[in-house]
């Protein structure tokens, strides 16, 4: 830990950022796996409605530093190819 005011003063920053870039880095994890859940059960339409929440999510994390901007352009990318490729649903 650091003697003088101003050291001690950015390792309590740090440390509260840290816990907030944490959160925020396992909440787009979350939106993240609901729309691999999605796309593994075969299911287009709620692959494509988590899909459309996700987006602004990863956006914001890149935004705001807690992922690289090219990595929100993969997953986006990523996501929005296998979605495409799900087979349509079959209406009898």
């Known amino acids: 830990m650091a003697n003088s005011p101003q050291p001690r003063k950015r390792a309590r920053q740090a440390e509260k950022n840290r816990l907030q870039n944490a959160s925020r880095r396992s909440m787009l994890r979350t ?3 609901k729309v691999k859940k999605a796309i593994d059960l075969g299911d287009k339409e709620e692959a494509q409605r988590a899909f ?12 705001r530093g807690i992922i690289h901007k090219n990595k929100a ?3 986006k990318h990523r996501l929005s190819a296998h979605i495409k490729n799900l087979s349509a649903p ?3």
């Open 73 to 75: 352009a993969r997953h």
């Open 52 to 63: 459309s929440v996700a987006v602004p999510v990863i956006d914001r994390m890149a935004g």
């Open 31 to 33: 939106y993240l796996k």
């Open 90 to 92: 079959v209406s009898e």
